[in-house]
């Protein structure tokens, strides 16, 4: 039966997970341990089929959310990637076993903090009715008299979608002293003035809700500010999974024209070579305009697997990479 990876913890944080299970006080769990570091996974349960796939995502990570801020309540956890599913517990124990030291790092700087989600949206017809008292609004409102309704429309949209930035902006502004990072997405629906996910320390809360208080008060005729946490969708640090295939590998390998694999020395020889290639003098001189996308996320799925290599004497079957999403980013583990 499949697992799904909740996330990676420390020992103290397994053993409460089992004694509250064990006292009937929280959900079952299973515990991977390698190196220190523990995975916590749940049965992944059978696939079921829905048309609506956005549906059955929101599901999985609302599943996926509860679960881990179960886990984060008791301590440190690097989050999993929601949907992040393996074999069985000798797959785990791989990936603790291969990248164990990388995890460690990840959980180290990522462990303590917590995800937050923050929506901003407003009542478009109540934010028309405030900002009436503002000389520039109510300047265009005078300068649209007698003009074609169409064009007077379309001035005022633009206003708008420029107080909608000016919004963000100053939301941005407002929690620069609190996060330690944020991700901004793309506002859902007509009335979104911002999504974003940050990253804030476990005893910051307090201050970021103040700051949002203060914010909120600026808000001309109302809004609606929403906070989740954590943020499981879209994680910072949350581990992804990604399966080794052979086909996927050579194409990594032919790209940087690598032989095939032995050492992570001779990976960055070979990168180092490639980068010289790439320089516009070597393109000038040798006419090889060689193809740079992909060439860096080739060079790290080849030294994850040299690496894992030379710790389990064999070809992983899976390697874990710490995946910013938001930012369609990787961090490489």
Known sequence: MSLRLIGITRRDVADSLERQAAAGAGEPFTVVEAYGLCA?????????????????????????????????????????????????????????????????????????????????????AAMIAGLRSRPDFAGLLADSVGTIRSQAARRIRAFLGEERMRLATILAEALAAVVQDRLALPPEGEDGVADLVVLIDGDRQTALAAALAGFEARLVGGGRITCTAPAAVTSFAAVTIDRTDPARIERARRLIRVDPIESPARLRAAWRAYVQRRLPESIAETGDDLDFDGAGEAYRLLSRIAGQRRVLGHDPSLVADIRRDGAGERRSA
Not at 78 to 83: I, K, Q, Y
């Open 40 to 124: 916590i996974l749940a049965p992944a349960g059978a696939r079921r089929f829905t048309l609506f796939r956005r549906r059955r995502e929101a599901r999985e990570a609302a599943e996926a959310a509860c679960r881990l801020a179960h886990v984060a309540a008791i301590g440190a956890v690097l989050p999993a990637r929601p949907g992040t599913v393996i074999d069985d517990p000798m797959q785990a124990l791989e990936l603790l076993t291969g990248d164990s030291a990388a995890l460690a790092q990840a959980l180290d700087r990522f462990g303590a903090m917590r995800q937050v989600r923050i929506g901003v949206a407003w009542d478009e």
